[in-house]
C-alpha cells in the first residue's frame, strides 16, 4: 500500500514545476520523520450514525486503512454541533453525544490503532507505541450553552480546543457568517480566559474578524486557527487576512490549512458562490438526520447531474497557501495542518483523502522545504502550541 501511495505520490508532482529533483526514498524517509497531525476532521458526524471507522470506504475521506497509509501521527476529531442544536437548548446534549462517537466508536472500538491522547506529551507516546493518537475539539461554542461550568466538564470529557463560534453568532462571540462582525462580549471574555486557565486552546477558526482580534487582546497564550487558510490567495470570510496571519504568529499561534477548494482557490470560491442557491435548496429537500458530510456528497452529486461541477483546487494550491504563510511571517513556524476532511464537499487533485499526505511530502520537498521545516508544519508547530496551553494551566 505504501509503495503504491508513493508511486502516486510521484504522478501527482507532475503538475509542480519542480525546483529540485526527489526521490521515492526521500520522500518516504522525510515523511517517516514526522508526527502528523491534522487539527480538524469531521468523520465523526457519520460515525455517530453508525459508520464503522476501521472499513475502508469509497463515500468518506477518512478511514482507518487510509490513515495508516498516509502516514497519520495524531488526529483531533471534531466534536462538531450544528447552530441549528440552540433551538430548545439541545447543544450541549449533542455535544456529549458526540465525545461519546470518538470516545466510543472510534477510540475504544480500536484500540490497537488509536492511542486516547490529552497533552502534546501523549500524542509521542501515542507514536512510541506505532498508534495514532486521537483527540477532540468542539466546533461551535455555543456547545457550552453560556456555562463556564459547563467548559469545564468538556474539559474533563477530553476536549482540548473550542472553535468559538460556527457560522452561527453565539450570546458571546461573532461568526464569520454573520456580517455584522460581532466581537467577544463581557461572557466571551471570560470563556477565553476561562480556556487559558484550565489548560484549552482557543481556536478561532470560524470566527469573525472582531472576535480575532478581541481573542488576540485578551488570551494570555497562543491561540489557534484550526481549519483556515489565506484569504489574499481566496477571498470568503472563514479564511484569514495578512494582517491576522501575521498578528497570530507574533502571539505565537499556528494557522492550520484547511484543504476545501473554496478555501485554496479563488476559481473554486467563486464557483462554489455561484453554485451555493442551488446546494442549499437540494439540502433543504433532504432527510435532516443524514450526516451533513454526506448532505453535501449527495448534493453535489445531484449538481453534477445538473452539469453544475465544482472547480476543484489542487495540491499547488495548497503549496501556494503554505507558502504564502511563509513569505508572511519569514518562518514555517506559523503553519500547520487542518484539512477539514470529510466536512468539505470538495478537496484537492492530489490530496482527496487521508492516505495521500506522501504527494503533499514530495511537493514540499520540491519546492525547497527541508525535512526540519516539513516536520514543524506537520507537527512539530501544534505540538508548541499545545505545550504553551498546557504551560499557561493554573494561571487567573
Same mark, same amino acid.
Given at each position: ?8 505520490? /510521484? ?6 514545476? =519542480? ?13 517517516? *520523520? ?110 457550552? #450553552? ?20 460556527? *457560522? ?39 470566527? *469573525? ?10 488570551? /494570555? ?10 484569504? /489574499? ?28 477548494? #473554496? ?16 446546494? =442549499? ?18 448534493? /453535489? ?47 484537492? #487533485?492530489?490530496?482527496?483523502?487521508? *492516505? ?41
Amino acid at each position: 500500500m505504501i509503495t503504491r501511495l508513493f508511486a502516486c505520490a /510521484a504522478l501527482a508532482s507532475a503538475v509542480f514545476a =519542480q525546483t529540485k529533483s526527489v526521490s521515492d526514498a526521500e520522500v518516504r524517509r522525510v515523511h517517516r *520523520s514526522t508526527i502528523l497531525i491534522d487539527t480538524h476532521n469531521d468523520i465523526t458526524s457519520r460515525t455517530v450514525q453508525g459508520l464503522e471507522l476501521g472499513k475502508p470506504s469509497t463515500r468518506t475521506h477518512t478511514d482507518i486503512p487510509r490513515m495508516k497509509a498516509g502516514g497519520m501521527g495524531a488526529q483531533f476529531f471534531a466534536v462538531y454541533v450544528a447552530g441549528s442544536y440552540t433551538e430548545g437548548n439541545r447543544s450541549a446534549y449533542r455535544a456529549l453525544e458526540m465525545i461519546d462517537t470518538v470516545r466510543h466508536d472510534i477510540i475504544a472500538r480500536y484500540p490497537n490503532d488509536f492511542l486516547f491522547a490529552l497533552t502534546a506529551d501523549d500524542i509521542l507516546k501515542a507514536r512510541k507505541q506505532g498508534k495514532i493518537a486521537a483527540l477532540m475539539g468542539i466546533e461551535g461554542g455555543h456547545a457550552i #450553552e453560556d456555562s463556564l461550568r459547563l467548559l469545564r466538564q468538556f474539559y474533563n470529557l477530553g476536549i482540548r480546543y473550542m472553535t468559538l463560534t460556527h *457560522s452561527n453568532t453565539n450570546n458571546w462571540a461573532g461568526s464569520s457568517g454573520d456580517p455584522k462582525n460581532v466581537g467577544l462580549s463581557d461572557l466571551g471574555r471570560q470563556v477565553v480566559r476561562e480556556m487559558n486557565r484550565i489548560g484549552m486552546m482557543v481556536d478561532v477558526s470560524h470566527v *469573525s474578524d472582531k472576535t480575532f482580534w478581541d481573542v488576540l487582546e485578551v488570551s /494570555a497564550v497562543p491561540p489557534f486557527a484550526s481549519h483556515s487558510s489565506c484569504r /489574499a490567495l481566496a477571498n470568503i470570510p472563514r479564511n484569514m487576512t495578512d494582517e491576522m496571519i501575521v498578528a497570530l504568529a507574533k502571539k505565537g499561534g499556528v494557522a492550520q490549512i484547511n484543504f476545501g477548494c #473554496e478555501f485554496l482557490s479563488q476559481k473554486s470560491a467563486d464557483a462554489s458562490a455561484a453554485r451555493r442557491p442551488v446546494m =442549499q435548496k437540494i439540502m433543504a429537500e433532504m432527510d435532516t438526520s443524514l450526516p451533513m458530510g454526506d448532505r453535501r456528497a449527495l448534493a /453535489a452529486k445531484k449538481m453534477e447531474e445538473m452539469g453544475m461541477k465544482p472547480v476543484r483546487a489542487t495540491l499547488a494550491d495548497i503549496v501556494a497557501h503554505i507558502e504564502h504563510i511563509r513569505k508572511l511571517t519569514g518562518s514555517v513556524d506559523a503553519i500547520g495542518i487542518g484539512s477539514d476532511f470529510d466536512g468539505v464537499g470538495c478537496v484537492p #487533485e492530489g490530496l482527496s483523502d487521508v *492516505s495521500q499526505f506522501p504527494n503533499l511530502t514530495r511537493a514540499l520537498l520540491e519546492k525547497g522545504y527541508t525535512a526540519e521545516e516539513i516536520r514543524k508544519i506537520y507537527g512539530g508547530n501544534l505540538l508548541r502550541v499545545m505545550r504553551a496551553v498546557e504551560g499557561g494551566r493554573g494561571r487567573s
